[in-house]
């Protein structure tokens, strides 16, 4: 066994030593990094000043960064039945505002199959009784909607946009 070892390791000596020279490898590198090409036997100065040095000390202060505000999301609730709109038919808003309602079907005085409510701006579909829907829009001039039961359109009650 011990000359089985022997003749392994003089083997892989020896392939070892065969090989072909390796060219050298190139890293990819990524733009706008830095590369220092700098031999392993010379040292690398730092950057910094040394202590005691009459280098004066940088103050780094933080540059304020301009936002423009956040557009105004006007956010509402309004209930519906088949009578009307609660608290009220009339949704106010600012020109060029964003309008974002959440329509809540009653669970009392309305039909069994929900409300659908539209008008040129947004449509919610079929809203059961107890469920809601959100609808989002810009507010760009004054506008209507209105309720209707969605299996026959019926329209039940009418609602307003004011823009201002």
Known sequence: MKRTFTILAILSVFLVACQPAREPVTLPVEPGSVVHDVPPEQPVSSPM???????PEMVVEPTPVEQEP??????????ADDKGF??????????G????????????NVYYGGLQIKGPLFSTGDIKPGQSVTVEFIADSDSTFASYWPSTSVKKADGTIDVT
């Not at 000043?49 to 280098?55: F, K, L």
């Open 49 to 55: 000043p040394a202590p005691g040095s009459d280098v």
């Open 70 to 79: 956040a557009p105004a999301v006007n956010v509402m609730t309004i209930e």
């Open 86 to 95: 609660y608290p009220s038919s009339t949704i106010t808003a600012t020109k």
């Open 97 to 108: 505002e964003t309008v974002r309602v959440t329509f809540k079907v009653r669970t009392t």
